[in-house]
Each structure stands twice: as C-alpha cells, then as structure tokens.
C-alpha cells in the first residue's frame, strides 16, 4: 500500500499570501496518477489537479501542482478568501488507492 | 451537467446491512469508472471501492473486503454499494465519484445500537 503523507497539517496565512503544500509517499508511483481535492465544510471533495500538474476544469490558474516520484507539491499563488478548506492528495496508479491525512489551510 | 446522487443511507445496528445506491446524470455512465469513498466524523477522505465501466475489474480497500460489495447497473446509470457486517468503525458520509472527477453530495451511514 502507498502511504502518503501531508504537510504541515496545518497551514496559517493571509490572503494574498503563497501556500505551499506537500504530499510525499512511501514508494515511488507514476506522476500520472497523482491528484489534489479541496474539500470545504459540508461540502463534497473538488477535484483540483490531476496527474500531478493539469487542472480540472474552472479550476483557477493560481492553483499550480508539481513533482514526481515520492514528492509533490500543490502551490496556491495568492490566496483567495474562498481558498481557505482543507486539501488532500490521492494516488490512483494502484489498489488500495490512498488519500494522504490532508491540509487545512486557514487564516 | 454531471450529477450523482447518492441514496440508501442511515441507521442500522452493528452486524446489519445496507445497500447504497448512486444514481448518474449528465453523462455517458457506460464509459466511466466509478469509485465509492468515506468520510468518518470529523476525519479525511478514505477510498472504499473501485469499479470499472464493464465491471470487469473490482477492487476493495483492506478495511471493508469480504463485507461490502461494489455494482453497477448501466442500463439503469446507477452504482451500488452493498455493505453487510456493518461496524462502528463504518460509520461516515459515503461518496460516489466518477473518477474522482465529478463527486455526489454523499449518504450518511450510521452504525449504532
């Protein structure tokens, strides 16, 4: 099984501010299986970012994502009031799929 | 537009069963794997089940194998989950995704005597 790992767990910013997120996994996968949700309270899971780097569509272009291997990242340029939920990584490349414990980006 | 509605969900004892059921709208269900994922209270995501758009291949995270089972039903664009030997541990929103793309708004099972 692929365990993915987040951090910070937690991450405090202002608006305007860049926020850098990170998922690294136990084992190296295909970066084409890697994706980012945002999920806000009460709400369903958002696809963000797909095979590691394409957004999904009408998602904004401040939102960026990177890496390969064990390591990726999921950048938001400048932080947008809406922006503020919690973000979690998912592989999709081998069963069990995993999600990694999620970031809750707040103010 | 895409939609998914997820029914099927609520209270049942431990031990019991339940069938969730995920109705698909705005697409071609046919052509498109589908997932089921959970939510305990207050924890993160968790994927559950995976199907492929023929149902030709199936697969099942550790914690519910042997207990729940995943179908579909294409002519009908619906997706089901099948759970018996409900524990507590079960309890949480469940989500139907198309591929992780496209989400319902989710069920809550509850499992509680």
């Known amino acids: 099984e692929i365990v993915l790992t987040q951090s910070p767990d937690t991450l405090c910013l202002s608006p305007g501010e860049r926020a850098t997120l990170s998922c690294r996994a136990s084992?190296?996968?295909?970066?084409?299986?890697l994706a980012w949700h945002q999920q806000k309270p009460g709400q369903a899971p958002r696809l963000l970012i797909y095979a590691t780097s394409n957004r999904a569509t009408g998602i904004p272009d401040r939102f960026s994502g990177s890496g390969s291997g064990t390591d990726f990242t999921l950048t938001i340029s400048r932080l947008e009031p809406e922006d503020f939920a919690v973000y979690y990584c998912l592989q999709y490349g081998s069963s069990p799929f995993t999600f990694g414990g999620g970031t809750k980006v707040e103010i | 537009e895409v939609q998914l509605v997820e029914s099927g969900g609520g209270l049942v004892q431990p031990g019991g069963s339940l069938r969730l059921s995920c109705e698909a709208s705005?697409?071609?269900?046919?052509?498109?794997?589908m997932n089921w994922v959970r939510q305990a209270p207050g924890k993160g995501l968790e994927w559950v089940s995976y199907i492929t758009s023929d149902s030709s291949t199936i697969y099942y995270a550790d914690s519910v194998k042997g207990r729940f089972t995943i179908s579909r039903d294409n002519a009908k664009n619906s997706l089901y989950l099948q759970m018996n030997s409900l524990r507590a541990e079960d309890t949480a929103v469940y989500y139907c995704?198309?591929?992780?793309?496209?989400w319902g708004q989710g069920t809550l099972v509850t499992v509680s005597s």
């Open positions: 084992q190296s996968f295909s970066s084409n299986y």
């Open positions: 705005g697409f071609t269900f046919s052509s498109f794997k």
């Open positions: 995704a198309r591929e992780f793309g496209n």
